[in-house]
T-cell receptor, first 116, second 114 residues
Framework: AQKITQTQPGMFVQEKEAVTLDCTYDTSDPSYGLFWYKQPSSGEMIFLIYQGSYDQQNATEGRYSLNFQKARKSANLVISASQLGDSAMYFCAMREGQGGSEKLVFGKGTKLTVNP | GAVVSQHPSWVICKSGTSVKIECRSLDFQATTMFWYRQFPKQSLMLMATSNEGSKATYEQGVEKDKFLINHASLTLSTLTVTSAHPEDSSFYIC??????????FGPGTRLTVL
């Protein structure tokens, strides 16, 4: 079974509008971390936001926020006020365990296109 | 934030030759680094976990004799693709964690085997 599921292969959004990218996960480990990365056409993986399983509040980083619904095992990324430079692939990933040395499992990604 | 570099950024080689890719953590020490492979329009697939001073841990289906990993120091891990073939052409990315909750990625290496 897939551990990370991103059901949207592609998404379109108008510039300056908000967009939500979906991510659901599957784990039986009570301690885990959820990540979102952006990958522009250049290929680099850019860290956006992190949510720990024990974090009480939803993570926010500037225009990025993570809608963490633990009971539903979802960790959707919300990008507010979209910009043309936000066009890229977005990957949701999960790390099981508490440390920084555990491997990440990635979803298949969502290609976001921001239209002017 | 933490910086991870990779060298080279791209390489073209002939079939049958070996290619070495370096991954360095520039401003932190990393006892563990990870090597991923990404085919066009696909997600990142973990190949192996590189452990400083010990053998790498390979994911199922990854040939350890073909993809040699050496983690010689706390800031350097290398991936050597031995006897490369066209099907090894891919985007190879490494990552490392500075003991925070985040993992930081290198810029990737695009390998093309002719």
């Amino acid at each position: 079974a897939q551990k990370i599921t991103q059901t949207q292969p592609g998404m379109f959004v108008q510039e300056k509008e908000a967009v939500t990218l979906d991510c659901t996960y599957d784990t039986s480990d009570p301690s885990y971390g959820l990540f979102w990365y952006k990958q522009p056409s250049s290929g680099e993986m850019i860290f956006l936001i992190y949510q720990g399983s024990y974090d009480q509040q939803n993570a926010t980083e500037g225009r990025y926020s993570l809608n963490f619904q633990k009971a539903r095992k979802s960790a959707n990324l919300v990008i507010s006020a979209s910009q043309l430079g936000d066009s890229a692939m977005y990957f949701c990933a999960m790390r099981e365990g508490q440390g920084g040395s555990e491997k990440l499992v990635f979803g298949k990604g969502t290609k976001l296109t921001v239209n002017p | 934030g933490a910086v991870v570099s990779q060298h080279p950024s791209w390489v073209i080689c002939k079939s049958g030759t070996s290619v070495k890719i370096e991954c360095r953590s520039l401003d932190f020490q990393a006892t563990t680094m990870f090597w991923y492979r990404q085919f066009p329009k696909q997600s990142l697939m973990l190949m192996a976990t590189s452990n400083e001073g010990s053998k790498a841990t390979y994911e199922q289906g990854v040939e350890k004799d073909k993809f040699l990993i050496n983690h010689a120091s706390l800031t350097l891990s290398t991936l050597t693709v031995t006897s490369a073939h066209p099907e090894d052409s891919s985007f190879y990315i490494c990552s490392a964690s500075p003991r925070t909750r985040s993992q930081f990625f290198g810029p990737g290496t695009r390998l093309t085997v002719l």
